[in-house]
């Protein structure tokens, strides 16, 4: 099975700051890598797919980079929407969550 | 307008079983593989089932594996996730996903609200 590890578990920022999370698999998943952002109570929203491809109507200050088995995503400037629970998933075989990074308000 | 309406949750006691409904609308149904994803509280997304566009093909999580099926009906664009011999280990909110693509190898672009289901006697 292919573990995914995020890291930071929690990070602490402020509006304005650039952000930036990274995710690596245990083996290479080429660039099979999709980003998701989740706010309390609600479903997971696809940010990114294919490592660094944004999906239609993603703001542009978030970006994601990689392969193989590193990856990151970036948001270039903060905004007070963007405070949530990020998580990394592979799509190279089966699919597999990263544990989630939590971005809270420094 | 592209959604995806999960039922069928609630509480039931362990060994039981359960199924779960999520009825699509606004995308051509029958050409989309379809994912079921559970978050047990306070936890993070743990990807449990798939089913291909046709029906013919699925993939479980071995954490479901035998005890868990999915399927689908296209005519009434609704996916179903029957689940068997539920332990408290199966508590979460269930969530259904679409496939970016109509084959496996892409993220979920379209997902349901969740429908929460609680084991307990």
């Known amino acids: 099975d292919i573990q995914m590890t995020q890291s930071p578990s929690t990070l602490s920022a402020s509006v304005g700051d650039r952000v930036t999370i990274t995710c690596r698999a245990s083996?290479?998943?080429?660039?099979?890598l999709a980003w998701y952002q989740q706010k309390p109570g609600e479903a997971p929203k696809l940010l990114i797919f294919?490592?660094?491809t944004l999906e239609s109507g993603v703001p542009s200050r978030f970006s994601g980079s990689g392969s193989g088995t590193e990856f990151t995503l970036t948001i270039s400037s903060l905004q007070p929407d963007d405070f949530a629970i990020y998580y990394c998933?592979?799509?190279?075989?089966?699919?597999?969550f990263g544990q989630g990074t939590k971005v809270e308000i420094k | 307008q592209v959604q995806m309406v999960e039922s069928g949750g609630g509480v039931v006691q362990p060994g039981k079983s359960l199924r779960l409904s999520c009825a699509a609308s606004?995308?051509?149904?029958?050409?989309?593989?379809l994912h079921w994803v559970r978050q047990a509280p306070g936890k993070g997304l743990e990807w449990v089932a798939v089913?291909?566009?046709?029906?013919?093909?699925?993939y479980y999580a071995d954490s479901v594996r035998g005890r868990f099926t999915t399927s689908r009906d296209n005519s009434k664009n609704t996916l179903f996730l029957h689940v068997t011999t539920v332990t408290t280990e199966d508590s979460a909110v269930y969530y259904c996903?679409?496939?970016?693509?109509?084959?496996?190898?892409?993220?979920?672009?379209?997902w349901g609200h969740g429908t929460s289901v609680t084991v307990s006697s």
């Open positions: 998933q592979q799509y190279n075989t089966y699919w597999t």
């Open positions: 294919k490592a660094s």
């Open positions: 996903a679409k496939s970016q693509s109509g084959g496996y190898l892409s993220g979920m672009d379209v």
């Open positions: 606004g995308f051509t149904f029958s050409t989309y593989a």
């Open positions: 089913i291909s566009y046709d029906g013919d093909k699925t």
């Open positions: 083996q290479s998943i080429s660039s099979r």
